[in-house]
């Protein structure tokens, strides 16, 4: 299930490691910020703000947005004017994720991933930017086990697991997801035109590793800059 996350933290790539969806907090309002009950047993109270959608044709829509996820699925909900707290019909608009290019709410970017020139059903929120961005979706995981409630009735329970970090990479308009299990490999090819940090990356050095993807895709991006300016 959906759940509302904790304050961003860039050079954070260890944040993965160690939250449980039940354990992640709603970032504290602002001003612009309006509750909305998602409603149901067991969800959380979803936190709307004000800013701007971006939509493939080019529509840009100013609307009351989510922004409490590291990145989002399938659908994005969002109101037209200010929802009202515990109102499930508000003007509540769902608008499908194929047809979203980005959005920018409290201070964050999310950008839809691309696979092969066309939309995923994912959208990242941006970590890192650059000349190499770095953007994160959290899958959000559950497993479900037989809790006996009454004689002869075993019916199945959603126990929360940590959620799954996606890392996508953005260079020249391209998109492409870090791979975990061959991230030394990929990543070092990836960098290659800096080789100190490549080689780091390909040794499996401490601190060059896929929970440190944000650090590296920022240090990357640091030296890239340094060179710049000589």
């Known amino acids: 299930m959906r759940q509302p996350i904790t304050p961003l933290l860039l050079l954070g790539g260890l944040l993965f490691l160690n939250y449980s969806t039940r354990a992640q907090q709603v970032t504290p309002p602002v001003a612009d910020t309006t509750g909305y009950e998602k409603g149901g047993y067991g969800k959380f109270t979803d936190r ?19 922004a409490n996820r590291f990145g989002y699925e399938r659908i994005i909900d969002y ?6 707290q515990g109102k499930l019909a508000n003007g509540r608009t769902k608008v499908k994720m194929k047809k979203i ?26 970590l890192v930017d650059g000349p190499i961005t770095l953007g994160v979706y959290a899958e ?8 006996p409630l009454a004689v002869g009735v075993t019916p199945l329970a959603a126990i929360p697991l940590k959620d799954k970090p996606h890392y996508y990479l953005r260079r020249d308009g391209t998109c492409v997801e870090v791979p975990r ?8 090819a990836y960098f290659a035109d800096n080789a100190a940090l490549a080689s780091k990356i390909h040794s499996k050095t401490s601190g060059y590793q896929f929970i440190n993807a944000a650090a590296i ?14």
């Open 181 to 188: 299990a061959h991230f030394a490999e990929f990543m070092s």
């Open 48 to 66: 709307f703000y004000y800013g701007t959608l971006t939509k493939m044709d080019g529509t840009v829509l100013h609307a009351y947005l989510p």
């Open 140 to 147: 959000p995981r559950t497993l479900f086990i037989p809790i």
């Open 217 to 230: 895709v920022a240090e990357y991006n640091r030296a890239k800059a340094d060179t710049g300016r000589h």
């Open 101 to 126: 290019k980005s959005m920018e709410v409290r201070g964050r970017v999310y950008e839809t991933v691309q696979r092969n020139g066309k939309n995923s059903k994912i959208m990242s929120m941006r």
């Open 79 to 84: 109101f037209p004017k200010p929802p009202i």
